[in-house]
T-cell receptor
Framework: AQSVAQPEDQVNVAEGNPLTVKCTYS??????LFWYVQYPNRGLQFLLK??????LVKGSYGFEAEFNKSQTSFHLKKPSALVSDSALYFC????????????FGSGTRLQVQP | GAGVSQSPSNKVTEKGKDVELRCDPI?????LYWYRQSLGQGLEFLIY????????KSGLPSDRFSAERTGGSVSTLTIQRTQQEDSAVYLC???????????????FGPGTRLTVL
């Protein structure tokens, strides 16, 4: 079985400050990890993914995520938050064997204050 | 190019009625997924298609739910005898399906918001 935990329902950060959205996972085999963002009344937009290689993955809109195998974490980060980053963020995982569908976390709402 | 499209964007129906939700994947994408997003349940997997066949339908919550895909393209999710607990946003995603599909990025459509009264 595979699972994802996003321990924070909401993260508040001031514009210009760094942000972190936390994600931990559990999966059999090697993990493939994804971050998606959802704006109101929109579908999920892909931000970045970790498959293999460098533990620091860079993605769209200045976001990056750090894969930590020992802590089974894949936290999303951005050095300087924008008000327009305010949205719902989902972490997802699948293993390199078994089910092809993604397993999603419960989502974290990011609120960036001007 | 065009992304994943879904129709209708919103559907309001009465309890007990049947509904059909449509998904048009990105052109050339061979793998297609249906998910459901509801309050309190997060995003749940429903069914996965590779071409026209569905090797994983383990997420369908009951036999009232079915899906098909024709011509390796459009997919229809049908919910029979809808119940209020079926109210949710139904999301479709597609991947190229070429090579190692486990690493492919799933690209999502805007979803269909289903409300069962």
């Amino acid at each position: 079985a595979q699972s994802v935990a996003q321990p924070e329902d909401q993260v508040n950060v001031a514009e210009g400050n760094p942000l972190t959205v936390k994600c931990t996972y559990s999966v059999s085999g090697n993990p493939y990890l994804f971050w998606y963002v959802q704006y109101p009344n929109r579908g999920l937009q892909f931000l970045l993914k970790y498959i293999t290689g460098d533990n620091l993955v860079k993605g769209s809109y200045g976001f990056e995520a750090e894969f930590n195998k020992s802590q089974t974490s894949f936290h999303l980060k951005k050095p300087s938050a924008l008000v327009s980053d305010s949205a719902l963020y989902f972490c997802a995982v699948r293993g390199d064997t078994g089910r092809r569908a993604l397993t999603f976390g419960s989502g974290t709402r990011l609120q960036v204050q001007p | 190019g065009a992304g994943v499209s879904q129709s209708p964007s919103n559907k309001v129906t009465e309890k007990g009625k049947d509904v059909e939700l449509r998904c048009d994947p990105i052109s050339g994408h061979t793998a297609l997924y249906w998910y459901r997003q509801s309050l309190g349940q997060g995003l749940e997997f429903l069914i996965y298609f590779q071409g026209n066949s569905a090797p994983d339908k383990s997420g369908l919550p009951s036999d009232r739910f079915s899906a098909e895909r024709t011509g390796g393209s459009v997919s229809t999710l049908t919910i029979q005898r809808t119940q209020q607990e079926d109210s949710a946003v139904y999301l479709c995603a597609s991947t190229s399906g070429r090579g190692t599909t486990s690493t492919d990025t799933q690209y999502f459509g805007p979803g269909t918001r289903l409300t069962v009264l």
